[in-house]
C-alpha cells in the first residue's frame, strides 16, 4: 500500500502514516516573502518545521512572528537561517549547517532565483569535480 500523501492545489506532499505532515522538515529559500512566504505559512499551520533560508534575518522576522501567531501551539519551531545565494560559500555553509543539525529533509523547496552569474555555474562545476 503506497504511503498518504497531502493534496494542496494539485500537488502531491509526502505526508506521515496518518496522512498528516506534522513533524516533517522544510527548507525554503526566498521564504521572506511572496510566494515562499506564502509557502511557509502554510506548511506551518499543518506542523512542519520550517527553516526559512533568506538573505536577511531582519527582513524575515515579520514571517516568523505571523507563523508563530497562526501555526498550532504544538507546531515545530520556524526558524530563519540566513544565506546568500549569490555567493557559493554561503551556500555551502547552508548545507554544512544543515547536515550537522542531524535535521531529516523532507521537503526541500527551491523558490528564491538568481540569474546571471557565471562564476557561480563555474564555482559548483568544480566542487562537483572534486
Known sequence: ????????????????PDGSLKGKVALITGASSGIGK?????LASHGVHVILACRSATKTQPVLDEIAKKAPSDAPKAECWEVELASIDSVNQLADRFIASGLPLHLLINNAGFAGAAEITSAVRTRMET
Request: hydrophobic share 35%; aromatic share 10%; net charge positive.
Open 1 to 16: 500500500m503506497a504511503p498518504p500523501t497531502y493534496r494542496r492545489n494539485g500537488y502531491k506532499l509526502p505526508a506521515t
Open 38 to 42: 506564502v509557502t511557509a505559512l502554510e
